[in-house]
């Protein structure tokens, strides 16, 4: 049994879905068949009720064509990746899914509490972190991030342990740009480069596929603000880690109707030019995840009223969204949180309404720009 995904599992995913779905919902992503809409997990309370939820809206986003399924270590204090752990278990004990047909992503670099903030934080980082030697305070920066090898290599193996899996299809730094508030920038690469040699250890130890970098601001600011992050010196720092043949192969960042900065500001130089990001992602041969497309909910509530003229077919405010970032040139998957069965139900309708063309999308980027 393939403990990842692979081209033949997902293609035969996309392939039980003949005639359900819309062209453009699955689409070539890292070799793979991925589904353009991909199950995020960040938001909810740390419950046993909201635990529930995810589960069932994970099996259901299954069943209605979804394959991609994004999570971190820290969301909801290692609640999220258990939920989802636990839908995955449910899908291949049924024999509904097997493990090649979906593709699991999670985060590292926040410290993660385990089920509940704690009583005493210190104490706890200090009996979890501390005395095995994983971490001492002098690693934190802001109090909650780190990114040693020693903090990643653990953290790799919690997220391993709580979403019951051998091996992770894609592994991202979580927000590294969070460093660059108390650490001078030549250091923050220095931290990457080493982040990187211990993700590419775990490449060739077989617990994930491949790496990427998951960010908030850092790869949409220009490089004139203090938390810009550049994507060739991220390149830069994998070919460090990994030589020519290195395993970084994804960026993650937000990327909305409120936010299109992905798409029309030029804050990365490649070569001789500066490029958007998404048309960086792109000319440097990595895929793009986009995340937060609904503005944290902002957009599921009203949307500018134009998008509803540009997508009349569409009954919600949170589909004409969502449906904006997946016509996008450049976008592989886009990343929408759905911690409800009517939230999959909702979302996943845009499975049978194909994207807009190339041309179409470049054109709606002019609004927005």
Same mark, same amino acid.
């Given at each position: 049994?393939?403990?990842?995904?692979?081209?033949?599992?997902?293609?035969?995913?996309?392939?039980?879905?003949?005639?359900?779905?819309?062209?453009?919902?699955?689409?070539?992503?890292?070799?793979?068949?991925?589904?353009?809409?991909?199950? *995020?997990?960040?938001?909810? +309370? #740390?419950?046993?009720?909201?635990? /529930? $939820?995810?589960? %069932?809206?994970?099996? &259901?986003? !299954?069943?209605?064509?979804?394959?991609?399924?994004?999570?971190?270590?820290?969301?909801?204090?290692?609640?999220?990746?258990?939920?989802?752990?636990?839908?995955?278990?449910?899908?291949?004990?049924?024999?509904?899914?097997?493990?090649?047909?979906?593709?699991?992503?999670?985060?590292?670099?926040?410290?993660?509490?385990? *089920?509940?903030?704690?009583? +005493? #934080?210190?104490?706890?980082?200090? /009996? $979890?972190?501390? %005395?095995?030697?994983? &971490?001492? !305070?002098?690693?934190?920066?802001?109090?909650?991030?780190?990114?040693?090898?020693?903090?990643?290599?653990?953290?790799?193996?919690?997220?391993?342990?709580?979403?019951?899996?051998?091996?992770?299809?894609?592994?991202?730094?979580?927000?590294?740009?969070?460093?660059?508030?108390?650490?001078?920038?030549?250091?923050?690469?220095?931290?990457?480069?080493?982040?990187?040699?211990?993700?590419?250890?775990?490449?060739?130890?077989?617990?994930?596929? &491949?790496?990427?970098?998951?960010?908030?601001?850092?790869?949409?600011?220009?490089?004139?603000?203090?938390?810009?992050?550049?994507?060739?010196?991220?390149?830069?720092?994998?070919?460090?880690?990994?030589?020519?043949?290195?395993?970084?192969?994804?960026?993650?960042?937000?990327?909305?109707?409120?936010?299109?900065?992905?798409?029309?500001?030029?804050?990365?130089?490649?070569?001789?030019?500066?490029?958007?990001?998404?048309?960086?992602?792109?000319?440097?041969?990595?895929?793009?995840?986009?995340?937060?497309?609904?503005?944290?909910?902002?957009?599921?509530?009203?949307?500018?009223?134009?998008?509803?003229?540009?997508?009349?077919?569409?009954?919600?405010?949170?589909?004409?969204?969502?449906?904006?970032?997946?016509?996008?040139?450049?976008?592989?998957?886009?990343?929408?949180?759905?911690?409800?069965?009517?939230?999959?139900?909702?979302?996943?309708?845009?499975?049978?309404?194909?994207?807009?063309?190339?041309?179409?999308?470049?054109?709606?980027?002019?609004?927005?720009?």
């Amino acid at each position: 049994m393939p403990e990842s995904a692979t081209s033949e599992g997902t293609r035969r995913f996309q392939a039980s879905f003949e005639g359900k779905l819309a062209p453009g919902h699955f689409r070539e992503v890292l070799g793979l068949r991925l589904s353009s809409i991909g199950l *995020g997990t960040y938001l909810g +309370d #740390p419950d046993a009720q909201t635990d /529930r $939820r995810y589960v %069932e809206s994970v099996l &259901a986003y !299954f069943a209605r064509g979804g394959n991609v399924v994004d999570t971190a270590v820290n969301y909801r204090f290692q609640r999220s990746e258990r939920a989802v752990g636990e839908a995955l278990r449910r899908a291949f004990a049924d024999g509904k899914h097997k493990r090649d047909e979906i593709f699991v992503a999670t985060k590292g670099g926040y410290l993660a509490y385990d *089920g509940a903030f704690p009583a +005493d #934080p210190g104490d706890y980082f200090h /009996r $979890r972190f501390e %005395e095995p030697g994983i &971490a001492d !305070f002098d690693d934190l920066v802001a109090g909650c991030h780190c990114m040693t090898p020693a903090f990643l290599r653990d953290s790799i193996e919690t997220s391993l342990s709580n979403l019951g899996l051998t091996c992770l299809d894609l592994y991202l730094l979580h927000n590294p740009e969070d460093q660059l508030g108390e650490v001078q920038a030549e250091q923050v690469l220095e931290r990457i480069a080493a982040a990187f040699a211990e993700l590419e250890k775990a490449v060739s130890a077989g617990k994930i596929r &491949a790496y990427g970098v998951a960010t908030w601001k850092g790869l949409r600011v220009p490089p004139e603000r203090p938390e810009h992050l550049s994507l060739e010196s991220l390149l830069a720092a994998a070919r460090q880690a990994g030589g020519s043949r290195h395993h970084f192969r994804a960026v993650q960042a937000p990327f909305h109707l409120l936010a299109p900065e992905a798409a029309v500001e030029p804050t990365q130089k490649v070569g001789k030019e500066t490029l958007p990001l998404l048309r960086a992602v792109e000319k440097l041969g990595l895929a793009f995840f986009g995340s937060a497309p609904l503005a944290q909910g902002k957009l599921a509530r009203e949307a500018p009223p134009w998008v509803a003229d540009t997508f009349p077919d569409l009954k919600s405010s949170a589909q004409r969204a969502v449906q904006f970032v997946r016509s996008t040139p450049g976008v592989g998957v886009v990343i929408a949180g759905m911690s409800r069965v009517s939230h999959v139900d909702e979302i996943l309708r845009l499975g049978a309404s194909p994207p807009l063309d190339a041309d179409a999308g470049t054109e709606l980027l002019a609004r927005v720009s």
